[in-house]
Each structure stands twice: as C-alpha cells, then as structure tokens.
C-alpha cells in the first residue's frame, strides 16, 4: 500500500529518504486519480525495499501542491536524492511510471 503523505510529514518521507521516491498527487473527486490509484498501488508493492511510493493528498495538503506547483491532478513526481529528478502529469499506463522509477534506482 502507497504511503499518505501529508504536508506534516512531507519532509521526513519524502525529501529525506534515501530511495527514490514516487509522489502521486491525486484528489477524491478525480476520475484520472482513481484510474491510476490501483496502478500506484501495485507499484508501492513491486518497488518494496527499492523505492517509497506515495500519495499525497491535494485538498488535505494545499500547502506542499502549491510548493510544487501541482494545477493538474493526478501528477506523478519523482524525487531522489530530495530533488525533484521527473513528473508525469495525467493518467499514463503502469509501465511508464515504472520505466521512469527503474531510471532512478
């Protein structure tokens, strides 16, 4: 299961992991977001112990989307290393969200 990150814990999870970190940023009331959720979720699966998946929601947590510049949702941010290092924005099938993810490991 992806981690919910929150504009609380943002940091800690995401800019200081040592892994690459995938950032889904997605809305309830998003049919694209709930189109890729499930993909999301299996990703979270298949990279356990290689990269940290995560969902972020953007009503809940204005404060780091607008940090990030999200205006379209579901967008898909890549960090390693604490820095951005790619994005996706829209629904995309699986594979391009794993090929960018295998790019970073």
């Keep these: 299961m992806a981690i919910e990150v ?3 814990n943002f940091d800690e999870i995401v800019l200081k992991s040592q892994q690459p970190v995938l950032v889904d940023f997605w809305a309830e009331w998003c049919g694209p977001c ?10 979270s699966k298949e990279y356990d112990g ?12 204005p404060g780091t989307a607008a940090k990030f510049g999200i205006r379209n949702i579901p967008t898909i941010l890549f960090f390693k290393k604490g820095e951005i290092a790619d994005k996706q924005v829209g ?15």
């Design 6 to 8: 929150t504009d609380a």
């Design 34 to 43: 709930r189109m890729i959720g499930p993909l999301v979720a299996e990703l």
């Design 50 to 61: 290689r990269a940290v998946v995560t969902k972020m929601d953007v009503d809940s947590n």
């Design 91 to 105: 629904a995309v099938p699986k594979t391009i969200l794993a090929s960018k993810l295998d790019a970073l490991l």
